[in-house]
């Protein structure tokens, strides 16, 4: 079982939807949960960066952790096209970030 | 966020030949940089980890002679790679940060590596 499971998608939405992405992990010890967005053949760009459970917002992004369930989602209201990119959840405890595999979102206008 | 960058972007060179990828921070101090891999429509792996001043930390099949790290400054990181083989064609991505527990990752723009 992989540490870290994330749907590859491609998840296709209209342009304006909501849009949940989600990831669940095995490992307790996980306590900074992050999200990256990533174009193609660009670096990974922090997103929302969280510790331990809740919600936190910044603009259109809400990102959620509850650690009881060990599922965290990203929530993108009002999507763009130009949303449209590979969305990596990321997380670790006191050691290296794991990664899950990305979710490849394509938002049309 | 804080500034990563990584040159090249792009590199093509022909097999046999060694590539170096410079990793910098730009407006911070790097105590700690990660090197990854990935394949198209894969996510990222890690090759190895690198703490300024001491020899680099590989993980499990990464070769250590063929991914030279360098890590001479808190600013600066590079990787190289020796003998390039056709296999050795990826992305490489460089991260840096300082590694308190609870420090953020900022990743560099990426390296796409093309070896005839």
């Known amino acids: 079982q992989k540490e870290v499971e994330q749907d590859p998608g491609p998840l296709s939405v209209p342009e304006g939807a909501i849009v949940s992405l989600n990831c669940t992990y095995s490992?307790?010890?996980?306590?900074?949960f992050m999200w990256y967005r990533q174009y193609s053949r660009k670096g990974p760009e922090l997103l929302m960066y969280?510790?331990?459970?809740g919600n936190k917002e910044d603009g259109r992004f809400t990102a959620q952790v509850d650690k009881s369930s060990k599922y965290i989602s990203l929530f993108i209201r009002d999507s763009q096209p130009s949303d449209s990119a590979t969305y990596l959840c990321?997380?670790?405890?006191?050691?290296?970030?794991?990664f899950g595999t990305g979710t490849r979102l394509l938002v049309s206008p | 966020g804080a500034v990563v960058s990584q040159h090249p972007s792009w590199v093509i060179c022909k097999s046999g030949t060694s590539v170096k990828i410079e990793c910098r921070s730009l407006?911070?101090?790097?105590?700690?940089m990660f090197w990854y891999r990935q394949f198209p429509k894969q996510s990222l792996m890690l090759m190895a980890t690198?703490?300024?001043?001491?020899?680099?930390?590989?993980e499990q099949g990464v070769e250590k002679d063929k991914f030279l790290i360098n890590h001479a400054s808190l600013t600066l990181s590079t990787l190289t790679v020796t003998s390039a083989h056709p296999e050795d064609s990826s992305f490489y991505i460089c991260?840096?940060?300082?590694?308190?527990?609870?420090?953020?990752?900022?990743f560099g723009s990426g390296t796409q590596l093309s070896v005839l």
């Open positions: 407006d911070f101090q790097a105590t700690t």
């Open positions: 991260s840096a940060g300082n590694m308190g527990a609870n420090e953020k990752l900022f």
């Open positions: 969280t510790y331990s459970s």
């Open positions: 490992n307790s010890a996980f306590q900074y």
């Open positions: 690198s703490n300024e001043g001491s020899k680099a930390t590989y």
């Open positions: 990321a997380m670790r405890g006191f050691q290296k970030l794991v």
